[in-house]
């Protein structure tokens, strides 16, 4: 099979064009009263519902934060009128006072909020998922600051089934282009924007039912590493990277047993 690369944002292409962003920061004036709020559930613990046609509709919940900040988020869900949901995330304080604000528009996704530091600064931040197609999910992601203030992070909505921060320091997605190809999408993070480096693209050889091998190649073009790289020093420097091989494993047939 002949691999055929996607430059590093058209893999992306479909996280793009999710909804924008309404990047209102603050909180309403004075936060609001303990005694008015009510009480939501874990969103860890409560699913979406398939509507059909309508899409999936999800409860207001809330996520405790896992340090000792006492923090926590809400998320409550609204119809928006192009079809689309409205998202309203609140910051709350222990006590219940909502502390910041900010909407997201939100498509079809069956996804809730997390919880995560993706970019491992030791500060908790915000995953939110915009729409889900071909199992990967495209996510709005908001930063926490030094100040403890949330800011969204710039640059195009990353998309795939896994986000993670490499020991090499790339912030990277891992995704599925189709049933024979995936991808792991390389981004450098610098003043709360990412700046896509590399799409490396995994593809198995043969047939489904006899796989020959699994070929790595990386995606060079805009690439912001320099004019010096090239298609084969860009894999030299990203197929061995661990994201990569634990796709190529997982695509590799199991060995024969030795009679």
């Known amino acids: 099979m002949k691999l055929r690369f996607a430059v590093c944002l058209a893999a992306l292409a479909f996280a793009a064009c999710s909804p924008a962003p309404d990047t209102t920061a603050e909180a309403p004036s004075g936060g609001t009263p303990a005694a008015k709020r009510v009480a939501l559930p874990d969103c860890s613990t409560v699913e979406a519902k398939d509507e059909g046609d309508l899409g999936w509709k999800h409860p207001d919940c809330r996520l405790v ?7 926590a988020i809400e998320a409550r869900y609204a119809p928006a009128e192009d079809d689309s949901t409205e998202v309203t995330v609140q910051i709350v304080q222990a ?3 909502a502390i910041q604000e900010f909407k997201e528009r939100m498509g079809n996704t069956f996804n809730g909020p997390t919880l995560v530091d993706f970019d491992k600064d030791g500060k908790v931040d915000i995953q939110l998922p915009l729409e889900t197609g071909n199992v990967n999910t495209a996510w709005a992601l908001w930063r926490q600051g030094a100040d403890g203030k949330f800011v969204r992070v710039q640059g195009d909505d ?5 986000l993670v921060k490499t020991d090499s320091g790339y912030i990277a997605t891992q995704g599925r282009s189709s049933a024979s190809e995936y991808y792991v999408s390389f981004y450098t993070l610098a003043d709360d924007k990412l700046t896509p480096v590399a799409t490396v693209s995994v593809t198995v050889q043969g047939e489904s039912d006899k796989v020959t091998g699994v070929d790595c190649t990386v995606d060079t073009v805009d690439s912001p590493l320099g004019e010096g790289l090239t298609a084969k020093t860009a894999a030299a420097k990203f197929c061995p990277e661990p994201l990569v091989q634990d ?4 695509m590799m047939p199991d060995p024969k ?3």
């Open 65 to 71: 934060f896992p340090d000792q900040s006492g923090l």
């Open 95 to 97: 006590g219940d006072k």
């Open 158 to 162: 990353i998309s795939g089934v896994d």
């Open 247 to 250: 796709l190529i494993k997982d």
């Open 257 to 259: 047993p030795k009679p």
